[in-house]
Each structure stands twice: as structure tokens, then as C-alpha cells.
């Protein structure tokens, strides 16, 4: 079963009430000078970007909002139900809500990869530990694993941070040997999304492809997550999510990863520096989102090789390596 992909147009007229001491008008807009239409309070505008309403978890946490509240028009998106609600007369009322139904772990899923190119590609899922549900393949990669060092399941391999721009296109031509798809650059990105497919390499400290360095690329912020790589509704795992594989999987070096439900693959990684293919059919370099804990210049990863399985491992973002990505 594939995916629903959800097409709608939602118009919600609502009223905003401000206490306010005095009866200016404001406009928030991203373009200068743009003014408030006479008929409202309060008016956003924009060319290119939405209104996000406050995404509240479920409805427990909802209903906890509105204690001792007698805030009528209050409004938010209840993530549990998939619904825009709004409270009056002492309860909250559905406005709409979205005729979406989430595939169950072990469905295929349907999305668009890499972002922008119009190629639609079909992954199967598959259950982890405690309950979690993976993609049974590396992003980018064009079958499930059928050994470690199969370079077909390989897939492509990442900057820490970074979105599916391009930068992270492999071609593989066997188990220990590729090239990138794009070229590189030395060239250090000063904003989130640097605007071109290129690697880019640091042989500096903070050895980081964007510098300064943001602390918040791939963070789950409330649903939110900035620069994710993985399709709407999954991302990339945290340390101690590859932890629990690791743990009560029982993996004590690669084969056992690739001999658990996530057949996970020894890629290797690509050199922060110069942008070289490293180690390939040696080990694997999975990225997680986590910050490192020794060095917060850094970022956690799992590493699996013929001796050892580890997820307390991290290093340079500007390292590509592997992403699995795994459902919210």
C-alpha cells in the first residue's frame, strides 16, 4: 500500500483580538513596505512562505491547554488527529481535518528522490527494536541489501546536516569503488541551504561545510525539522535510537547489522577534506542527528565494521556518510 498523498485547499476565515494600547494596525510581510489592508488588526503576507498555527502533540496535551481557560477563538493543529481545532463555548471543535491515513510498518512507501527531480521511488519498511519502523534501505540506494558489501544497496552518502541537494550522488561501480555525481567545492556555506549540488570540503576547524555552524540542522523541533533529508514523516534516527538496535539486536560488528532487519551495508565515507570515497566495502558510517557529547562541534554516528558496532561514535560534519532514515 503506498502512501496518501494529501492535495487540499484549506481557507480559514478567524478573527484575531489584541489587547493593545493603541488601535495601530500591523503588517508582517517579506516584502518592504507592504502595508496592512484597512480591514484588519493583523496582516501577514508573503510570496513564497505559510502561517504555522501552534502543532499540539495529542489531544491530552490539548486538553490541558484549555484548563481554567475562557480563551474563545483559541486555534491549533492537533497533531494526534490530523485536525485544525478551535475552542469556544468551553470545548474545542474540529474545522477540518486531513483524510490521511499513515501506512503500517512493513507497507511500501511512495516519495519523490532526490528532492526536485520528478523520480518517484518505492521503499519497502521493516520493524527495528521496541517497536520502530525503518526504510529496509539506505537513502538513494536501489535495493534492499543482499550482503554488507553489496554496493547496489549502498545508496549515497551525506553531510551532516545537509538536504537531498545533490551533494550526496554516488555512482557505484562495485563493492569497494564509485564517484560522485557532482563535483566539490572548498567554498564554506554561510546559510542552511547553500544553492548548489556541490560536496564541500573543510580541512578546518570547525571542520564543518556551513560555517558558523548550526546546532539545529535535522532536529525534531515539534514536528518540525529543518534540512531533513528523509520524506514528510520520517527522518534521521537519534544516537540512541541506533543504540537500541545495536543493544537489543545484539550487534557486535557488521555482519550482525546486516543479518538484522535493516541489512545495513559498509558504504564507508566520503573525506571531509578533499571529498574522496574512503573505506569502502571496509566499514559503514551511519549519520544520527545527534550533537556530539565530547566535542558539540561535532555529530554522533553509528559505525559498523568486521570487529565492532557502535553508535557512541562522532565526527567532522563535513564527513558523507550513510542515511537510514526511520518513521516519526
Avoid at 501506512?103 to 520502530?132: K, R
Wanted: hydrophobic share 35%; aromatic share 10%; net charge negative.
Amino acid at each position: 500500500m503506498k502512501t496518501k498523498e494529501i492535495k487540499f485547499k484549506l481557507v480559514i476565515t478567524f478573527l484575531l483580538v489584541f489587547s493593545l494600547t493603541s488601535y495601530s494596525q500591523v503588517s508582517i510581510s517579506d516584502l518592504p513596505d507592504k502595508e496592512a489592508d484597512p480591514s484588519a488588526v493583523l496582516d501577514l503576507f508573503s510570496e513564497g512562505k505559510g502561517f504555522l498555527l501552534p502543532r499540539i502533540d495529542d489531544t491530552e496535551a490539548r486538553d490541558a491547554i484549555a484548563v481554567d481557560s475562557e480563551a474563545e477563538s483559541l486555534m491549533i493543529f492537533n497533531k494526534e488527529t490530523k485536525c485544525f481545532e478551535v475552542f469556544i463555548a468551553d470545548d474545542w471543535h474540529e474545522l477540518w481535518c486531513a483524510d490521511y491515513e499513515a501506512p503500517e510498518c512493513g507497507e511500501d512507501i511512495e516519495f519523490e528522490y532526490p528532492a526536485g527531480s520528478g523520480v518517484s521511488v518505492t521503499y519497502g519498511t521493516v520493524e527495528g527494536q521496541n517497536g520502530s519502523c525503518w526504510m529496509d534501505r539506505n537513502l538513494g540506494a536501489d535495493r534492499v541489501a543482499e550482503s554488507s558489501t553489496d554496493y547496489e544497496a549502498y545508496g549515497d552518502l551525506f553531510q551532516w546536516g545537509r538536504l537531498d541537494d545533490g551533494h550526496q550522488l554516488i555512482e557505484w561501480t562495485n563493492s569497494t569503488s564509485g564517484s560522485s555525481v557532482h563535483g566539490a567545492t572548498g567554498d564554506l556555506s554561510n546559510s542552511d541551504v547553500p544553492g548548489h549540488n556541490d560536496f564541500i570540503g573543510n580541512s578546518e576547524s570547525p571542520f564543518d561545510w556551513r560555517v558558523p555552524q548550526n546546532h539545529e540542522l535535522w532536529q525534531d523541533d515539534n514536528g518540525s525539522i529543518l534540512n531533513n533529508p528523509c520524506p514528510d514523516g520520517w527522518r534521521v534516527p537519534t544516537q540512541q535510537e541506533w543504540e537500541s538496535e545495536i543493544d537489543e539486536g545484539n550487534w557486535n560488528n557488521a555482519e550482525d547489522a546486516f543479518n538484522s532487519s535493516l541489512k545495513l551495508t559498509k558504504a564507508g565515507r566520503r573525506m571531509f577534506g578533499n571529498a574522496n570515497l574512503f573505506n569502502t566495502g571496509v566499514d559503514g558510517w551511519y549519520w544520527s542527528n545527534s550533537i556530539g557529547a565530547i566535542i558539540n562541534i561535532r555529530s554522533k554516528y553509528l559505525l559498523i565494521d568486521d570487529s565492532e558496532a557502535s553508535s557512541n561514535e562522532e565526527h567532522r560534519r563535513a564527513y558523507g556518510a550513510s542515511v537510514r532514515c526511520i518513521k516519526n
